[in-house]
């Protein structure tokens, strides 16, 4: 059994003890998470990609009522009419959050880190579940030797500070694509006209980034930024979105963090943009590369906003492509 399995083993037996035992309470609900009765327990996914093991591990969602512009450039009808046709709800539309975890050559590895402590709280454990998950994973954020983000919207790097403003990961180095880094840390960049969400993005970043100081790396695309793992630019969700790969031997996963956000839209419709994207054609560009690369390739793909555990992979469909989700298995 690998450190990994044998860590989730045994969380899932304390777990189980708990529930045999009659209590309904779930790690971390002394901190005010919602009860057991409510709460899914099942928060943690563990896939081998040869050599290192990945875990996808949830940190909760958000939900977005009665947003009329989910889609900038199709109608509210449009846009129902394909989640109906997904089978997912129109409203409000829901987005799940799963960060990354990589056991590469002895190296702890986080991709993204989810809402964080203070939205943890805030949401009432609906969302910011990371670290509290990561725990129950059987790893401390003081045992994590880097973390790897793809942009720097809240979802990806709220979970790098605590909620009193001191480095989540301490002993950790923080590696962020350059452009990205570039881009929010400058409010020259700031469009005159800039809507309250993108102000607070840019007053966000230069908070955590302030907290983090000049330790924090700065990556270009191609890079090797950690054992087996390298860097691919997918600009235009944010100007410096970033994408990874992860090979070990002849198994390989992309980690596309948002490149697509949610999968029944902009996965069968490629050319839909997001109310997010800060450069919409360009974010579209991106998707089509990425995508085409994926199903010529047949590569896993890891979604942060895909349904748990937020791996799938691409066939091509019409004008777009479909998602198709792994089977879970229990011991792969
Ligand atoms: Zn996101």
């Given at each position: 059994?690998?450190?990994?399995?044998?860590?989730?083993?045994?969380?899932?037996?304390?777990?189980?003890?708990?529930?045999?035992?009659?209590?309904?309470?779930?790690?971390?609900?002394?901190?005010?998470?919602?009860?057991?009765?409510?709460?899914?327990?099942?928060?943690?996914?563990?896939?081998?990609?040869?050599?290192?093991?990945?875990?996808?591990?949830?940190?909760?969602?958000?939900?977005?009522?009665?947003?009329?512009?989910?889609?900038?450039?199709?109608?509210?009808?449009?846009?129902?009419?394909?989640?109906?046709?997904?089978?997912?709800?129109?409203?409000?539309?829901?987005?799940?959050?799963?960060?990354?975890?990589?056991?590469?050559?002895?190296k702890l590895i986080v991709i993204d880190t989810?809402?964080?402590?203070?939205?943890?709280?805030?949401?009432?454990?609906?969302?910011?579940?990371?670290?509290?998950?990561?725990?129950?994973?059987?790893?401390?954020a003081g045992s994590v030797d880097r973390v790897l983000i793809?942009?720097f919207?809240?979802?990806h790097i709220?979970g790098l500070v605590t909620?009193?403003g001191k480095p989540a990961f301490p002993k950790s180095e923080i590696w962020v694509p350059a452009?990205e880094y570039a881009?929010w840390m400058?409010?020259?960049?700031?469009?005159?006209?800039?809507?309250?969400?993108?102000?607070?993005?840019?007053?966000?970043a230069r908070r955590i980034f302030g907290i983090l100081g000049d330790s924090v790396k700065k990556f270009a695309?191609?890079m090797?930024v950690a054992?087996?793992?390298?860097s691919?630019?997918?600009?235009?969700?944010?100007?410096g979105?970033?994408?990874?790969?992860?090979?070990?031997?002849?198994?390989?996963?992309?980690?596309?963090?948002?490149?697509?956000?949610?999968?029944?839209?902009?996965?069968?419709?490629?050319?839909?943009?997001?109310?997010?994207?800060?450069?919409?054609?360009?974010?579209?560009?991106?998707?089509?590369?990425?995508?085409?690369?994926?199903?010529?390739?047949?590569?896993?793909?890891?979604?942060?906003?895909?349904?748990?555990?937020?791996?799938?992979?691409?066939?091509?469909?019409?004008?777009?492509?479909?998602?198709?989700?792994?089977?879970?298995?229990?011991?792969?």
């Amino acid at each position: 059994m690998s450190d990994f399995s044998r860590r989730t083993f045994l969380a899932g037996t304390a777990t189980a003890a708990a529930v045999a035992s009659g209590t309904t309470s779930y790690a971390g609900a002394s901190d005010g998470s919602p009860s057991g009765a409510r709460r899914t327990r099942t928060s943690i996914y563990r896939q081998n990609i040869g050599e290192i093991e990945l875990l996808s591990i949830t940190d909760g969602a958000t939900s977005f009522p009665r947003r009329q512009d989910f889609v900038t450039n199709r109608s509210p009808e449009d846009v129902a009419q394909a989640l109906q046709q997904a089978f997912f709800p129109t409203d409000p539309i829901t987005l799940t959050f799963t960060p990354v975890v990589l056991k590469s050559s002895g190296k702890l590895i986080v991709i993204d880190t989810g809402l964080g402590e203070a939205a943890f709280k805030q949401s009432n454990g609906i969302g910011g579940q990371f670290h509290s998950n990561l725990a129950v994973a059987g790893y401390d954020a003081g045992s994590v030797d880097r973390v790897l983000i793809t942009h720097f919207h809240a979802d990806h790097i709220g979970g790098l500070v605590t909620a009193d403003g001191k480095p989540a990961f301490p002993k950790s180095e923080i590696w962020v694509p350059a452009a990205e880094y570039a881009f929010w840390m400058n409010s020259g960049n700031m469009a005159p006209d800039a809507s309250e969400a993108m102000v607070a993005n840019f007053e966000r970043a230069r908070r955590i980034f302030g907290i983090l100081g000049d330790s924090v790396k700065k990556f270009a695309p191609e890079m090797e930024v950690a054992p087996g793992v390298t860097s691919i630019a997918t600009h235009g969700h944010t100007p410096g979105h970033t994408s990874f790969i992860v090979t070990s031997g002849s198994d390989k996963v992309i980690i596309q963090g948002d490149v697509t956000t949610h999968p029944a839209l902009f996965i069968r419709h490629p050319d839909w943009h997001g109310f997010t994207d800060v450069d919409p054609v360009m974010a579209e560009q991106s998707r089509r590369m990425l995508y085409d690369r994926i199903v010529a390739e047949r590569i896993l793909v890891h979604g942060f906003h895909f349904p748990f555990p937020s791996l799938g992979h691409l066939t091509r469909e019409d004008d777009g492509y479909r998602l198709m989700p792994i089977m879970w298995n229990p011991a792969p």
